[in-house]
């Protein structure tokens, strides 16, 4: 299981996506980015912001990638 909290990159927020592959995670975090927080368009640079915040989630255990 993969999982991205968003206040690893905007401080205090407290969202999270949480799914079985990385993509779907992004693609989870991306669809929040639009639709909550009103972006229109979600640079590259952002993508991979989120992707260097994806860890595993283990039995309650953290692991970054």
């Keep these: 299981m993969k999982r991205f909290d968003s206040g690893t990159l905007i401080p205090g ?3 999270h996506a ?6 779907e995670v992004v693609r989870r975090a991306v ?3 639009k639709n909550l927080n009103g972006e229109t368009e ?3 640079d952002m993508i ?3 992707k ?3 860890f595993d989630v283990d039995d309650g255990a953290k ?3």
């Design 52 to 54: 260097e915040r994806i």
């Design 48 to 50: 991979e912001r989120i």
């Design 31 to 33: 669809e929040n980015m």
């Design 42 to 44: 979600v640079r590259p």
């Design 13 to 15: 927020s407290t969202w």
């Design 18 to 23: 949480q799914a079985e592959t990385e993509a």
């Design 63 to 65: 692991t970054r990638h």
